[in-house]
C-alpha cells in the first residue's frame, strides 16, 4: 500500500507530491493529461517554433515562492530569465508608469506628488519580505507566523479594498497600476483585501521580480516532475480519474482539483455548495512577425504589459465581467510577451505574446475584436504583425483545464471572504469530510497562483496524519 496518491499533476500536486516524497513517504501521482503542468505548461499553439504557455507566464509568485525556494529546481534545468522591467502600464498620451526592480524608478514613474506616497507603502516590507511571503502564504494554521508584527502591519494595510488604499495617491498614473495590479485576480476593486493583492505583486516585483522561465512555464512542472522521480514517487499521466476505486490502495488522497470535482469523485455531495466560482477569461496566443509596437517606450522592455486607460476604465470592465454577466466594451487587459527576454520562445525575429481579459463566467463568446481594439489603442499597428493567432474563452479553458471552472483561471472566487477562507470557512482548509482525504489546489490557501503554496500547506496536514497512523 502506497503512503499517499496525489491526483492532478499542477504546481500544488506536484509541490505536494515532493514534499512528501522528500519525508521518506511512497507517493505516486496521476494526471488525466498526457503531460504534467496544469496552469504552467508549454505548447506549440499557433505555428511550429512558437512555444506558447497555455496559461501562466511570468512568475513574480513562484520566483518568491517558500516551497519552490527550498527545493533544488535549478537542478532539473528550471531557470529564472528577467526581463529589464518587470511590468509596464501604459496610458494613451504615450506614456506610461511601471513597476520596477527598483523602488525609486517605480515611484518616479508616477511622478512628484504620489512618489513619495509609494515610498512610504511600500518601504516597510521590503527588507522583511522573505519573512512576510512565508508567514502571509502559510496561513492559516501550518506555521507559526516568524514576524507577527510586521504581518500584523501588513494586514491593516492590506485588509481594506484598494479603493481606499487607492486615497493614498494624488493622480491617476498610480492609481491605475495599483488598480491593475489587484486586477491580476479577477477581484472587483473595491472588495475585501484587495489592497494585499496589490500589494503583494508590489512588493513581489521589487524583492525578486517578474521572471519568465526559460523555454516556457513547462520548465516549473518539468523540474517539480523531475524531482519528485529521483526522490522515488511514480508519474503517470493520460489517467483520468472518475472515483476513489480507480485510485490504488493509499493511506492519504490528496487532490489537486477543483472542489467541485473531488466533491464528484469522493461522494462528498454538496459538501462544497457553497463554495462560488468567479469570472472567466477570454485569453488569445499571437504568433508574431515582430515584437509588440508600443508606443510607450517602457512597454517594450517589460515581461509584464498591463492595458487599461485609467483605473475607472479596468473598474469597469471588473464589475462587467463579476457583477453585471456581460463582457466588458474595453477589457482590461493582462499581456506577456516572454520572447523579449527568451528567444528560445520563437523563431529568430519572431515573437509569442498573449494576452486575456476577464469575462463572465461560463461565457461563450468571442472577445478578440475587443481585445485587438485595446491593443490597438497602446501599440497601433499591432494587427499587422500577427501571423497566427490561438483563441480560448472559458469553455475552452474548461476543456484544457478541468480546475479552471468555468473558465475561473483563479479556481474560485477572490472575492469576500473567499478571499482568504477557502474553500470553506475552517481552520483546516484542506481536510474533507474524509479522514484520509485532502485537498490542495489553489481553491485552498493562499490561493491562485503558480507558486505551490496550497500544495505545500496540505502536504504538512498530510504527513502529520501519515505519522499519527
Same mark, same amino acid.
Given at each position: 500500500m502506497l503512503d499517499a496518491v496525489v491526483v492532478g499533476a499542477g504546481p500544488n500536486g506536484l509541490t505536494a507530491a515532493v514534499e512528501l516524497a522528500r519525508r521518506g513517504f511512497s507517493v505516486a501521482l496521476f494526471e488525466a493529461k498526457g503531460t504534467v503542468g496544469g496552469g *504552467?505548461?508549454?505548447?506549440?499553439?499557433?505555428?511550429?517554433?512558437?512555444?506558447?504557455?497555455?496559461?501562466?507566464?511570468?512568475?513574480?509568485? *513562484? #520566483?518568491?515562492?517558500?516551497?519552490? +525556494?527550498?527545493?533544488?529546481?535549478? +537542478?532539473?534545468?528550471? @531557470?529564472?530569465?528577467?526581463? @529589464?522591467?518587470? &511590468? !509596464?502600464?501604459?496610458?494613451?498620451d504615450g506614456t506610461a508608469a511601471v513597476l520596477s526592480r527598483s523602488v525609486g524608478e517605480t515611484a518616479a514613474s508616477f511622478g512628484p506628488r504620489d512618489a513619495g506616497a509609494y515610498r512610504r507603502l511600500v518601504t516597510p516590507f521590503l527588507h522583511r519580505w522573505d519573512?512576510?511571503?512565508?508567514?502571509? &502564504?502559510?496561513?492559516?494554521?501550518? !506555521?507559526?507566523? +516568524?514576524?507577527? #508584527?510586521?504581518?500584523?502591519?501588513f494586514g491593516l494595510v492590506g485588509l481594506p479594498p484598494s479603493t481606499w488604499l487607492a486615497r493614498r495617491f494624488r493622480d491617476e498614473r498610480a492609481r491605475t497600476l495599483f488598480a491593475g495590479l489587484v486586477a491580476h485576480v479577477m477581484a472587483p476593486l473595491s472588495g475585501f483585501a484587495t489592497s494585499a493583492i496589490g500589494l503583494v505583486f508590489a512588493l513581489a516585483a521589487h524583492t525578486r521580480g517578474w521572471p519568465v522561465a526559460r523555454g516556457g512555464s513547462q520548465a516549473i512542472s518539468d523540474a517539480l516532475a523531475g524531482h519528485l522521480r529521483e526522490l522515488g514517487g511514480a508519474v503517470h499521466t493520460d489517467y483520468e480519474v472518475k472515483r476513489l476505486d480507480d485510485l490504488p490502495p493509499a493511506r492519504a488522497y490528496v487532490f489537486d482539483t477543483s472542489p467541485t470535482a473531488l466533491a464528484r469523485i469522493a461522494g462528498f455531495g454538496d459538501h462544497y455548495a457553497r463554495y462560488r466560482y468567479g469570472p472567466g477569461v477570454f485569453k488569445i496566443d499571437y504568433a508574431l512577425d515582430g515584437p509588440v509596437p508600443w508606443t510607450a517606450p517602457e512597454a517594450r522592455r517589460a515581461g509584464t504589459v498591463q492595458i487599461g486607460a485609467d483605473s475607472a476604465e479596468i473598474g469597469a470592465a471588473l464589475r462587467a465581467a463579476s457583477r453585471e454577466k456581460r463582457a466588458p466594451d474595453a477589457p482590461f487587459l493582462i499581456t506577456v510577451q516572454p520572447s523579449v527576454v527568451d528567444p528560445t520562445r520563437a523563431p529568430d525575429g519572431k515573437h509569442v505574446f498573449w494576452a486575456y481579459g476577464h469575462v463572465p463566467h461560463g461565457w461563450d463568446g468571442d472577445l478578440t475584436d475587443a481585445i485587438e481594439r485595446q491593443l490597438e489603442r497602446f501599440a497601433p499597428g499591432f494587427r499587422d504583425r500577427v501571423l497566427a493567432r490561438a483563441t480560448a474563452g472559458p469553455p475552452e479553458l474548461a476543456a484544457r483545464n478541468a480546475n479552471y471552472v468555468g473558465g475561473d483561471i483563479a479556481t474560485g472566487a477572490v472575492s469576500g471572504l473567499q478571499t482568504l477562507l477557502r474553500p470553506k470557512l475552517s481552520l483546516f482548509p484542506y481536510a474533507t469530510p474524509h479522514p484520509a482525504v485532502f485537498i490542495c489546489s489553489q481553491a485552498t490557501p493562499p490561493g491562485p497562483g503558480v507558486h505551490g503554496m496550497p500544495g505545500h500547506n496540505a502536504a504538512k496536514a498530510v504527513w502529520r496524519r501519515l505519522r499519527q497512523t
Open positions: *504552467a505548461r508549454t505548447e506549440e499553439l499557433t505555428l511550429p517554433g512558437f512555444r506558447h504557455d497555455p496559461c501562466s507566464a511570468a512568475h513574480p509568485l *513562484a #520566483v518568491s515562492s517558500p516551497a519552490f +525556494r527550498g527545493l533544488p529546481l535549478e +537542478r532539473y534545468g528550471l @531557470e529564472w530569465l528577467h526581463p @529589464e522591467l518587470p &511590468m !509596464a502600464h501604459p496610458f494613451p519573512t512576510l511571503v512565508r508567514d502571509f &502564504m502559510s496561513l492559516p494554521l501550518t !506555521a507559526l507566523p +516568524r514576524d507577527p #508584527v510586521t504581518l500584523a502591519r
